[in-house]
């Protein structure tokens, strides 16, 4: 199966756990690492704590892009990560 350009790109995303809390991460194609994340095969974080649910996605330039932004976003508090994704224009917040 051919990759599409989006499946070429890079993203930082937030998802919010079953419990409430919100990860950050990165991935090249986000429905698939979200899909990742619900089968217990992502992040040790959230292999307890699904179903998750995509909260926010990021397009990026490049991967260190991507790495650097993640890590940007991993360093605010709660608070401002919600606004991120209110000012995203993400609804259910």
Do not use: F, W
């Not at 990759?3 to 419990?19: K, P, R």
């Not at 330039?61 to 993400?90: C, D, N, W």
């Amino acid at each position: 199966m051919p990759m599409s350009h989006a499946d070429l790109s890079h993203h930082v995303y937030i998802i919010e756990c079953c419990d409430g809390t919100l990860y950050t991460g990165y991935a090249r194609n986000v429905e698939e690492r979200v899909k990742t994340h619900n089968e217990g095969k992502g992040a040790k974080y959230t292999r307890g704590r699904r179903p998750v649910r995509l909260l926010y996605s990021e397009n990026c330039a490049s991967r260190s892009a991507a790495l650097r932004r993640e890590q940007e976003i991993k360093a605010k508090p709660r608070a401002a990560k919600l606004s991120l994704i209110r000012e995203s224009g993400k609804q259910g917040l």
